[in-house]
């Protein structure tokens, strides 16, 4: 590096912790596309890239009085603050992305629950009604549904004909049908 451009960077350095807005504007000048396009490369995106230029530069200001940098080393010192906002804010991406993850899995556990709790009130009231009908439509809708025998297989089993099974079976469904109506 030649001497003009170290004694030009000790005169930045020693205006930037004086506190100066024309000695800041001017390093803002001299490297916020280089950041950005930096920052870019690193991440892939164009909007997260300006915002972390923007912190960087202001953590830079307020850092201004402590600037202590080596011969030819501002650049580098003020990438590597960018370098280490663009970490932290990944950080905080993927704890948000895990925290969002986490919340939907609860979510879908919550509605699981709640889905199985209705689904048992709901076989319960169902069990009731199957109670409360009549003692042979009872016996043929028992029959049907929850051992699955046939209509033919229920008539010989109940010695009733097999019209008189799908008479049963209707009326029971459709009481069944009747009474549950306002729970389903």
Known sequence: ME???LHYEKFLIQELRRGSELAFRHFFELYHSELCNYLLAISGDAKLSEEIAQQA??????KRKKLFIQENGLKKYFFKIAYHLF????????REIKLLE???????????????NQFEQKLRLLEAEI???PEQCKKVFILGKREGLKYREISERLEISIKTVEVHMSKALKRLRTQLSIFF
């Open 102 to 116: 986490q919340l939907k899995q609860e979510a879908h556990m919550d509605i699981l629950a709640a889905d199985s």
């Open 3 to 5: 001497e003009n451009s």
């Open 57 to 62: 530069f202001v953590k830079m200001w307020e």
């Open 87 to 94: 970490i932290d804010s990944r950080r905080k991406i993927n």
């Open 131 to 133: 109670e409360n009908l």
